[in-house]
Nanobody, 118 residues
Framework: QVQLVESGGGLVQAGGSLRLSCAAS????????MGWYRQAPGKQRELVAA???????NYADSVKGRFTISRDNAKNTVYLQMNSLKPEDTAVYYC????????????WGKGTLVTVSS
């Protein structure tokens, strides 16, 4: 079994910064893509940013230039540096990973709440 544990959420004022972390543990042979999604109240879950094992990244248009995704393959950890936060960034942020363990499976963390006050 594989677990993803997020940390780093919290309350921040508009214009501030937060750094989210997500560590994968368990029966892991390798991890392909890792990413961050978010879900605001009353809205569907959406992709924020993703990164391949080779370091290629893609971002939602709404966060380009403000958020940076990175990963440490040795630690099976993915990060999301969020700068210039806006109230519309308020959401529960979920970590996602495509993990090869006994089989290839897609895993989700339980989420971490980010609240940006105006």
């Amino acid at each position: 079994q594989v677990q993803l544990v997020e940390s780093g959420g919290g309350l921040v004022q508009a214009g501030g910064s937060l750094r989210l972390s997500c560590a994968a543990s368990g029966s892991i042979f390798s991890i392909n893509a890792m990413g961050w999604y978010r879900q605001a109240p009353g809205k569907q879950r959406e992709l924020v940013a993703a990164i391949t094992s080779g370091g290629s990244t893609n971002y939602a248009d709404s966060v380009k230039g403000r958020f940076t995704i990175s990963r440490d393959n040795a630690k099976n950890t993915v990060y999301l540096q969020m700068n210039s936060l806006k109230p519309e960034d308020t959401a529960v942020y979920y970590c996602n990973a495509d993990v090869l363990g006994v089989v290839m499976m897609d895993y989700w963390g339980k989420g971490t709440l980010v609240t940006v006050s105006s």
